[in-house]
Nanobody, 124 residues
């Protein structure tokens, strides 16, 4: 059974930083795309960042320059470093992995496995 388990969420003041981790088990994702999405109350889930099998990265416009996605294949783990956080970053953050694709995607439909989500709250 494949599982993605996020950790590192919490509450922080605007301008602060958090680092999310997503540990995968049940299969290796070292040659597959992984990513992060988020969903704020009353809004649709939106793309945050993704990393390909060869560690190419891509970011949503709202987080570009502030967030950094990375991966440690030896640990089967993907990270999201979030700096200069804003109140509008408040959301549940979901880790995701593709069982099929090497190349990253901004579309939810290209990902097969999802974590349970971790809450990030940024206060002003």
């Amino acid at each position: 059974q494949v599982q993605l388990v996020e950790s590192g969420g919490g509450s922080v003041q605007a301008g602060g930083s958090l680092r999310l981790s997503c540990a995968a088990s049940g299969r290796t994702f070292s040659n597959n795309a992984m990513g992060w999405f988020r969903q704020a109350p009353g809004k649709e889930r939106e793309f945050v960042a993704a990393i390909s099998g060869n560690s190419a990265t891509y970011y949503g416009d709202s987080v570009k320059g502030r967030f950094t996605i990375s991966r440690d294949n030896a640990k089967n783990t993907v990270y999201l470093e979030m700096d200069s956080l804003k109140p509008e970053d408040t959301a549940v953050y979901y880790c995701t992995g593709s069982g099929r694709n090497y190349y990253l995607s901004t579309s939810e439909r290209q990902y097969d496995y999802w974590g349970q989500g971790t809450q990030v709250t940024v206060s002003s």
